[in-house]
């Protein structure tokens, strides 16, 4: 059976008591057994109700428990100083243990098999009490707590003892342990018995090995195991990508494409599996599809009114698809310079339980982002001096000029239709929510007392918040995200002398000017001569 979090234990048979004395003597707690006079006790293997932790599965919680058997002559107590650890078996990257001894060892006999039979004595009776109690748990007037958890609680009130034991502040044994392949070991420990609480599931109820005369126990009388716990996988997973990386970039306005990548996990442990997206800065624009190992499945999406996410019950998809891979895609138009996606994987396992990010479900999120830059138009002579009314347009490296409406980007149909933009009092003008990549600015029309030589172009390469510009020597970057862009100045509608990009046409006209004025004087001089 499947424990919360994903453990798994083989649990033992629970006792039937037949009491052939007229008053009940006191008992001692011997797991297995009780002795008293005028007792007398059988071990039966029934149903799982008349099992100790039939369910705890679950429940994620494991009750080591001892087989019936009588102590002989031999037996003696466990020394609680004796070193131990726990180790958990499984998928246990990403979760961290922490165990809490509840109970210490008494009464051990080991047979030679290295089997053991014990008896069980509380740490923290009154927490321990408490926490039984508050499962609905019975204990009776001078019954240890651990007892009573073990010979009288069905499988739902341990779970829920376990639980409430957690939450109790009991005190925490040894150090804090967190998984990174499949095996975590908790070390610091002493023999006896533990509560273990794990991050990514509910706790669990376990014993250490035990050690008596000079043998070690690693296993109960019945074959329970002692110092183990094999988590049984009920973890589940998702990885998102946006356009095939886990985080993206992309012009506001624009579509960009989600995949959704599900690892199928065991029908027979997990019952229920739900899928839930959800979308910030954004507007989901197709119904999502999927495939598992590459092959079409239907799936029955519900999108939200708002177009800001969805669910889909994929539970008609476990059967028959354990380790195969469930992609599912969609389309996004951004509509904010950070769009972000939040996806979840949700369930129950085949017990019940609820899986969820918090306890071994799935989560992941991705961001899409956009940028701005600035250009601040100067006079090329008095650069402090900022120009007004000059025109810029843009351009992907495609070629494609672009036109932005309401924040949004989109191709225009040529440069005529390119979205100008115009510098400032300050000269500043602002192109805000692009994408990474490289685009090309052009200035179409210069400020009022300033010209513009040909064609001026520029690149601006935009990448993660930083932009770099190049292409022209009048560009200059400032600060990571923006430039000075210089304009040459005109004198009496002329350009100046000595400045970049001067008319040509003027400067020709007085090259030949003062040429044809020298030819006139030396054909003077050649006539005086004469």
């Not at 048979?13 to 007398?40: F, H, M, Y």
């Not at 999108?303 to 476990?318: E, P, Q, R």
Request: neutral net charge.
């Amino acid at each position: 059976m499947p424990c919360d979090g994903g453990t798994r234990l083989i649990f033992l048979d629970r006792i039937q008591e037949t009491d052939t004395s007229v008053a009940n003597p006191p008992r001692q707690t011997i797991l297995g057994k009780e002795e008293g006079s005028g007792w007398r006790v059988e071990r039966k293997q029934q149903m799982a109700t008349k099992k100790i932790a039939a369910g705890l599965l679950a429940a994620a919680t494991l009750i080591s428990t001892p087989a019936v058997g009588m102590i002989a002559a031999g037996t003696a107590m466990a020394d609680p100083t004796t070193a131990a650890t726990i180790t958990v078996n499984g998928d246990v990257a990403g979760h961290t243990f922490k165990a809490y001894k509840i109970a210490t060892y008494g009464n051990v006999q080991i047979d030679g098999n290295g089997a053991a039979k014990l008896t069980l004595t509380s740490t923290d009776q009154a927490k321990i009490t408490a926490a039984a109690q508050s499962a609905g748990i019975t204990v009776a007037s001078g019954q240890d707590p651990i007892d009573a958890v073990t010979r009288n609680a069905s499988a739902a009130q341990v779970k829920a003892f376990a639980k409430a034991l957690a939450a109790s502040g009991i005190a925490q044994t040894g150090q804090t342990t967190t998984g990174s392949g499949k095996t975590a070991t908790i070390g610091n420990l002493t023999e006896g018995w533990y509560l273990v609480t794990d991050s990514k599931g509910l706790p669990v109820l376990v014993g250490t090995q035990v050690t008596s005369n000079g043998k070690t126990a690693t296993k109960m009388a019945n074959g329970g195991p002692l110092g183990t716990i094999d988590i049984k996988s009920t973890s589940l997973s998702v990885d998102k990508k946006v356009n095939g990386s886990d985080d993206g970039s992309a012009s506001v306005g624009s579509t960009v494409g989600y995949t959704v990548t599900i690892p199928m996990p065991d029908p027979a442990n997990v019952a229920t599996l739900k899928y839930k997206d959800t979308l910030t800065g954004g507007k989901i624009t197709d119904t999502p599809t999927a495939t598992i190992d590459g092959k079409t499945v239907s799936i029955s999406p519900v999108v939200d009114s708002n177009k800001a996410g969805f669910t889909v019950d994929l539970t008609s998809l476990i059967a028959g698809n354990k380790g195969k891979t469930l992609v599912i895609t969609y389309h996004v138009r951004t509509t904010a310079k950070t769009v972000t996606n939040n996806a979840e994987l949700n369930g129950t396992d085949t017990d019940g339980n609820v899986i969820d990010p918090s306890h071994g479900g799935g989560s992941d999120t991705t961001s899409v982002k956009a940028y701005d830059f600035d250009l601040t138009k100067v006079d090329s002579v008095s650069t402090g001096t900022k120009l007004q009314g000059a025109q810029f347009k843009i351009q992907k490296k495609n070629g494609a000029w672009l036109k932005q409406t309401d924040g949004a980007w989109s191709d225009a149909k040529n440069e005529a239709d390119a979205t100008p933009f115009t510098t400032n009092a300050q000269g500043q003008t602002n192109f805000t929510g692009l994408g990474n990549g490289t685009y090309t600015v052009k200035e179409v029309a210069a400020p009022a007392d300033h010209y513009l030589a040909g064609t001026f172009t520029f690149d601006a390469t935009v990448h993660n918040g930083t932009t770099t510009f190049s292409g022209n020597n009048l560009v200059s970057g400032l600060d990571g995200d923006s430039a000075q862009v210089k304009n040459n100045p005109t004198v009496n509608g002329l350009a100046k002398t000595g400045e970049g990009g001067l008319l040509l046409a003027g400067s020709a006209a007085a090259a030949m000017a003062a040429i044809g004025l020298g030819c006139a004087l030396a054909y003077k001089r050649q006539q005086a001569q004469a």
